[in-house]
């Protein structure tokens, strides 16, 4: 919700938008150490031991999309799609190389995991180059941005995908042949 509240802000000063970076660096920090945290779970959950190392990488590159979220955002609001779509055009570009060396090289998840880390690296170091303009220090009040619209957002987010993956859930208790009749 953070790049349709930096989109919808009627201004941003330098100070702004250093409060929008640490704030999207922090969510990102702390949804990478839930991910992190719960990645034993899920790994015994869906009985697979894999799962937890490939979770804590991905934890990692939620930290590493969260610090070029901002940048990409700035750009969005200045209207300059044309850099927006050198960096994620770039990041497409960057990911299905890295997908395919490492399909060949490895053969297994992990070239998957790669091409994820290739695009969050490429984005947040496109980004931060094209953009032009790095953050400043954090400081501890928020430089009057609000998020409030970003909260509401998120939780529509959060209720669609919720209610249109009921089914799943669903489906794990029923069996598939109710679950189709769902």
């Known amino acids: 919700g953070l790049v349709a509240s930096i989109a919808q802000a009627p201004a941003l000063s330098a100070r702004e938008q250093d409060a929008y970076f640490w704030t ?3 969510l ?9 945290i719960a990645a034993p779970l899920l790994a015994r959950f869906y009985d697979t031991p894999l799962l937890e190392p490939v979770a804590w990488v991905l934890a990692g590159v939620l930290i590493i ?5 901002v940048q990409t955002a700035m750009l ?25 060396t490492c399909a060949v090289l ?18 947040l170091c496109a980004a931060a180059f094209i953009h032009g303009r790095l953050p400043g220090r954090p400081r501890r009040e928020s430089g009057g941005i609000s998020i ?7 939780s529509y987010n959060v209720v669609t995908f919720l209610a249109n993956n009921v089914g799943l859930v669903a489906g794990h208790g029923v069996g598939s042949a109710q679950l189709g009749f769902f």
């Open 24 to 26: 999207s660096v922090y």
């Open 28 to 36: 990102s920090a702390g949804t990478a150490a839930a991910l992190a």
């Open 65 to 69: 999309e969260g610090m070029g979220f």
């Open 76 to 100: 969005r609001r200045e209207l300059r799609y044309d850099r927006v779509a050198l960096i994620e055009g770039g990041g497409t570009v960057v990911t299905l190389a890295t997908l395919v």
């Open 106 to 123: 490895w053969g297994d998840v992990w070239a998957l995991v790669a091409g994820q880390v290739a695009y969050g690296t490429w984005t």
């Open 148 to 154: 409030a619209f970003s909260i509401q957002l998120t």
